[in-house]
Each structure stands twice: as C-alpha cells, then as structure tokens.
C-alpha cells in the first residue's frame, strides 16, 4: 500500500514535469521584411489629475451637439452630464462655438492664425471658431495645471490631451512647443 501512495505521488510529480516541459515550448514565426521596433519608455512623474466636476452649471452655459453627444460650453470649458453632475471633458476636433473665451491667446504658425485657449486652439470659419488638431511647431505660453510632465526615452515633455509638448525659451520667456502626440 505504501508502495502504490510512492508510486501515485511521484507520478504525479511526473506529470507536472512533463506537462510544464510540454507548455513551456515556444514557436517562432519569422516573417520576411518585417520590422519589430520596441515602444517608447513612458514615465509619469505624477499621479493622474484628478477629474474636475460640478453639481450644476451656470444658466448662461451654452448647450450643443456633435457627433451624437451633448456638450455643455461655459467660459472656454467644456462639460457632458453624467450621474446628476456636470464632468470637465476635452472637446472634439471639430465643434464650434460663437465666441472665443476671455483670456485666449493668439498663436501664428507659419502663416496660419489659430486661437489658444486651456489646451484647446481654434481657428476661424465664418463667424464662428472651431476647435482643431494642435499644429506642430505652435508655441503656447501656458498650459492648463492638468497637463502631466512625462518622460519618452529619457527627455523630458508635457502631455495635455493626445498632446506633447517640450519646453523652449523663447524672446518671450520659457514657452512650450507642440512636438507630437500620444495615441489614446
């Protein structure tokens, strides 16, 4: 009897062996002309931002649709409703409103003219500003507190958004220049 338990313990050592040896193998597919490039090395060096909320908006706030969904525009912010509150969102490319908010910032880039305002930049159609991708190469002077200072193989930008920036000293002081982006 004790004889049989030696013999079931250790076959069954076996084959937990034996299965492990069995999963462990790998293949390797190799694939002509194609190149494997390893992702870049992203460091936050601060905790996600918080995410910014309120209970009720000001009777003033202008209420809009795009692409299906309800925004709420108030003072150069932008909110959608959700569970009895109001949620600071980013807004999408291409949503329009009539008048910029108090406080933008003009921005040339090459001889184009876009409006900058907390992040966001428009440009101008008709009588109406919409918001637009971040031009490369354009040059703010401010970015909104929740932007995150981030490290890409070792240099040092700011993401705001999808967007980087790096900062620059410029005639005008220290600036930050948009450089790229980060796919969500």
Not at 130 to 159: H, M, R, S
């Amino acid at each position: 009897m004790k004889a049989l338990k030696s013999v079931f313990v250790i076959s069954i050592i076996g084959f937990f062996f034996v299965s492990e040896n069995l999963n462990a193998q790998r293949v390797v597919v190799k694939t002509p002309g194609r190149v494997v490039r390893t992702a870049p090395r992203v460091v936050y060096t601060r905790p996600a931002p918080s995410v910014g909320v309120v209970r009720t908006l000001p009777s003033r706030a202008v209420v809009m649709n795009y692409g299906g969904l309800r925004y709420h525009y108030y003072g150069g912010l932008y909110y959608r409703y959700y569970n009895g509150s109001y949620i600071l969102v980013n807004p999408p490319v291409g949503i329009t409103v009539e008048s910029l908010p108090e406080g933008y910032k003009q921005v040339v880039v090459g001889t184009d003219i876009y409006f900058y305002y907390s992040g966001n930049f428009y440009v101008q159609e008709d009588r109406q500003y919409k918001i637009v991708e971040p031009p490369l190469n354009a040059i703010v002077y401010d970015l909104p507190n929740e932007a995150e200072k981030v490290k890409i193989d070792g240099e040092t930008y700011y993401q705001y958004n999808e967007t980087l920036y790096q900062k620059v000293k410029t005639v005008g002081g220290k600036g930050y220049k948009v450089v790229g982006g980060i796919e969500a």
